[in-house]
C-alpha cells in the first residue's frame, strides 16, 4: 500500500533552481508612504537626508539673552557671566582704545606734516601739537570718540551679550526718546547760561575783561569742527563710563557672598550706586580739575549715572553731555579760546553747573514717568536666579 505523500510528490522542475523568486507586490493598505525629508514626527530625533536618517543640525547662538524684569545697571549679569568678564573687558576697552589712539595721533602727525611742511611738536613744548590749535581740538575730541566702538564690541565679545544691551532696556538706543532729552537739555543750556552769568558777577576774573567777540569767520570755522565730533566724543565716554563700566559693576552682586559682611555687601552690590560711583570718580580722574573742580566733575557723573538707572539707558545722560560740551566749547571759541583750561575753580561756578544738571535731572525723571518709559527689561518678570555656584565667580 503506498504512501499518500507520494501521490503528491512530482519531479523537480530543472529550469526552477536558478530563478529568482517574483516579489509580491505590497497592498495599498500595507504601504505606507515615503516621508518627505525633515518630516518625521517629534520624537523621531533624525531628519530624513539623501543618504538615510541625518542628525539635525543646530546653529549655536552666541548672545545669550538678559532675564526680563532685570534693572539697566543688572544688564550684564546673564547666563553667561562669570567673575572674570568684567574685568577682561575693561581691559580689552582700554588696549583697543588706546591702540586707536595712537594710530590717530601718527596719521594727524603726518597729515599736518605734508600740510604744512613742518616738523610736528613732539617734545610737548608750545601750545599746540599740530601747529594749529583747531586742528589740536579736532585731535582731542577724536581721540575721545574712538573709544565708541570698542564700547559697543567689547560686551558682544566677552559678555556675550547684544551691543544694544548697553544703549538701553530695550536692545537699543531709543531715538524718539532721545530727541525728547534733547530738547529738555537745550533748556539745560538756557538754566546753565544764566546761572554761569550771575557766577560771573560774583567772581571778579580780570582775564574775562578783555574777551572779545572773535567775528562770525573764526567762530563759524570753529564750530565745523565742535559741532560734528562732540557729539560722538559725549557719546563715547558716556558709553565707557555710564554703560560699561555701570553694568559691569552691576554684574558682580556677590551673591554667593557668605557671613555677615559678605551679606551686607552683596545687598550693596545689588544697587546701582557702586557702579555710579565707580563711574563717576574714574570719569572725574581724566580731567585735570583740582579744588573745588573735582566736585563739580564727580557731580556731573554721579548725576548723569543716576538718571540712566531711573531712565533705564544712555539716551537722558548722552543728552546732557553732547548740550553740556557744547556750550563749554562753543562758548570760549566765541571769544577766541579754543582749548578748555582745567584746574582751579571757584565754588561759584560749581553751584552755577549744579543747580542747573538737578533740574535737568528732575525733569528726566518726570517724563520717565509721564510718558511711560521703560525702565527694566521688557517681558514678565522672572523670578530671582539661583546663585552661581562658587567655582562659576561672581
Same mark, same amino acid.
Given at each position: 500500500?503506498?504512501?499518500?505523500?507520494?501521490?503528491?510528490?512530482?519531479?523537480?522542475?530543472?529550469?526552477?533552481?536558478?530563478?529568482?523568486?517574483?516579489?509580491?507586490?505590497?497592498?495599498?493598505?500595507?504601504?505606507?508612504?515615503?516621508?518627505?525629508?525633515?518630516?518625521?514626527?517629534?520624537?523621531?530625533?533624525?531628519?530624513?537626508?539623501?543618504?538615510?536618517?541625518?542628525?539635525?543640525?543646530?546653529?549655536?547662538?552666541?548672545?545669550?539673552?538678559?532675564?526680563?524684569?532685570?534693572?539697566?545697571?543688572?544688564?550684564?549679569?546673564?547666563?553667561?557671566?562669570?567673575?572674570?568678564?568684567?574685568?577682561?573687558?575693561?581691559?580689552?576697552?582700554?588696549?583697543?582704545?588706546?591702540?586707536?589712539?595712537?594710530?590717530?595721533?601718527?596719521?594727524?602727525?603726518?597729515?599736518?606734516?605734508?600740510?604744512?611742511?613742518?616738523?610736528?611738536?613732539?617734545?610737548?613744548?608750545?601750545?599746540?601739537?599740530?601747529?594749529?590749535?583747531?586742528?589740536?581740538?579736532?585731535?582731542?575730541?577724536?581721540?575721545?570718540?574712538?573709544?565708541?566702538?570698542?564700547?559697543?564690541?567689547?560686551?558682544?565679545?566677552?559678555?556675550?551679550?547684544?551691543?544694544?544691551?548697553?544703549?538701553?532696556?530695550?536692545?537699543?538706543?531709543?531715538?524718539?526718546?532721545?530727541? !525728547?532729552?534733547? @530738547?529738555?537739555?537745550? $533748556?539745560?543750556? +538756557?538754566?546753565?547760561?544764566?546761572?554761569?552769568? /550771575? #557766577?560771573? *558777577? &560774583?567772581?571778579?576774573?580780570?582775564?574775562?575783561?578783555?574777551?572779545?567777540?572773535?567775528?562770525?569767520?573764526?567762530?563759524?570755522?570753529?564750530?565745523?569742527?565742535?559741532?560734528?565730533?562732540?557729539?560722538?566724543?559725549?557719546?563715547?565716554?558716556?558709553?565707557?563710563?555710564?554703560?560699561?563700566?555701570?553694568?559691569?559693576?552691576?554684574?558682580?552682586?556677590?551673591?554667593?557672598?557668605?557671613?555677615?559682611?559678605?551679606?551686607?555687601?552683596?545687598?550693596?552690590?545689588?544697587?546701582?550706586?557702586?557702579?555710579?560711583?565707580?563711574?563717576?570718580?574714574?570719569?572725574?580722574?581724566?580731567?585735570?580739575?583740582?579744588?573745588?573742580?573735582?566736585?563739580?566733575?564727580?557731580?556731573?557723573?554721579?548725576?548723569?549715572?543716576?538718571?540712566? !538707572?531711573?531712565? @533705564?539707558?544712555?539716551? $537722558?545722560?548722552? +543728552?546732557?553731555?553732547?548740550?553740556?560740551?557744547? /556750550? #563749554?566749547? *562753543? &562758548?570760549?571759541?566765541?571769544?577766541?579760546?579754543?582749548?578748555?583750561?582745567?584746574?582751579?575753580?571757584?565754588?561759584?561756578?560749581?553751584?552755577?553747573?549744579?543747580?542747573?544738571?538737578?533740574?535737568?535731572?528732575?525733569?528726566?525723571?518726570?517724563?520717565?514717568?509721564?510718558?511711560?518709559?521703560?525702565?527694566?527689561?521688557?517681558?514678565?518678570?522672572?523670578?530671582?536666579?539661583?546663585?552661581?555656584?562658587?567655582?562659576?565667580?561672581?
Amino acid at each position: 500500500m503506498s504512501d499518500p505523500a507520494d501521490r503528491d510528490w512530482a519531479p523537480p522542475d530543472p529550469g526552477a533552481v536558478n530563478r529568482r523568486p517574483e516579489r509580491a507586490e505590497p497592498s495599498p493598505e500595507s504601504a505606507a508612504p515615503r516621508p518627505p525629508a525633515g518630516a518625521y514626527p517629534a520624537p523621531y530625533p533624525y531628519q530624513y537626508g539623501q543618504y538615510g536618517p541625518q542628525p539635525p543640525f543646530v546653529r549655536g547662538q552666541w548672545t545669550v539673552p538678559t532675564p526680563a524684569g532685570s534693572p539697566y545697571h543688572r544688564m550684564a549679569r546673564t547666563g553667561a557671566h562669570r567673575w572674570w568678564r568684567p574685568l577682561v573687558g575693561t581691559v580689552a576697552i582700554l588696549v583697543g582704545g588706546f591702540a586707536m589712539v595712537l594710530v590717530l595721533g601718527v596719521v594727524a602727525l603726518i597729515v599736518s606734516s605734508l600740510i604744512t611742511g613742518e616738523q610736528p611738536n613732539l617734545e610737548g613744548t608750545g601750545d599746540s601739537i599740530l601747529g594749529n590749535e583747531l586742528a589740536d581740538l579736532g585731535l582731542n575730541l577724536a581721540t575721545l570718540a574712538v573709544f565708541l566702538p570698542f564700547a559697543l564690541l567689547v560686551p558682544w565679545l566677552v559678555q556675550r551679550r547684544r551691543p544694544g544691551t548697553v544703549s538701553s532696556v530695550v536692545g537699543r538706543l531709543r531715538w524718539r526718546w532721545l530727541l !525728547v532729552c534733547a @530738547g529738555l537739555a537745550i $533748556a539745560f543750556c +538756557a538754566v546753565s547760561f544764566g546761572t554761569s552769568w /550771575l #557766577a560771573d *558777577l &560774583a567772581v571778579d576774573d580780570p582775564a574775562e575783561a578783555n574777551e572779545r567777540w572773535v567775528g562770525w569767520g573764526r567762530f563759524l570755522a570753529a564750530a565745523a569742527v565742535i559741532i560734528p565730533l562732540v557729539p560722538f566724543q559725549a557719546s563715547a565716554e558716556e558709553y565707557v563710563f555710564r554703560g560699561w563700566l555701570l553694568q559691569a559693576v552691576g554684574a558682580c552682586t556677590l551673591e554667593t557672598a557668605r557671613g555677615r559682611i559678605g551679606r551686607a555687601l552683596s545687598v550693596v552690590f545689588r544697587t546701582p550706586w557702586p557702579g555710579i560711583v565707580v563711574g563717576g570718580a574714574l570719569f572725574t580722574s581724566g580731567h585735570g580739575y583740582t579744588g573745588w573742580g573735582i566736585l563739580d566733575i564727580f557731580a556731573f557723573g554721579v548725576i548723569a549715572g543716576w538718571i540712566t !538707572v531711573r531712565s @533705564g539707558g544712555l539716551e $537722558a545722560s548722552i +543728552a546732557l553731555h553732547v548740550f553740556n560740551n557744547f /556750550l #563749554a566749547f *562753543l &562758548a570760549p571759541a566765541a571769544v577766541g579760546r579754543l582749548d578748555i583750561v582745567q584746574g582751579a575753580v571757584p565754588w561759584q561756578y560749581v553751584v552755577a553747573d549744579v543747580v542747573p544738571m538737578i533740574l535737568y535731572a528732575v525733569g528726566v525723571l518726570w517724563l520717565v514717568r509721564r510718558l511711560g518709559i521703560e525702565t527694566t527689561v521688557p517681558g514678565p518678570a522672572e523670578a530671582e536666579p539661583e546663585p552661581i555656584p562658587a567655582a562659576s565667580g561672581h
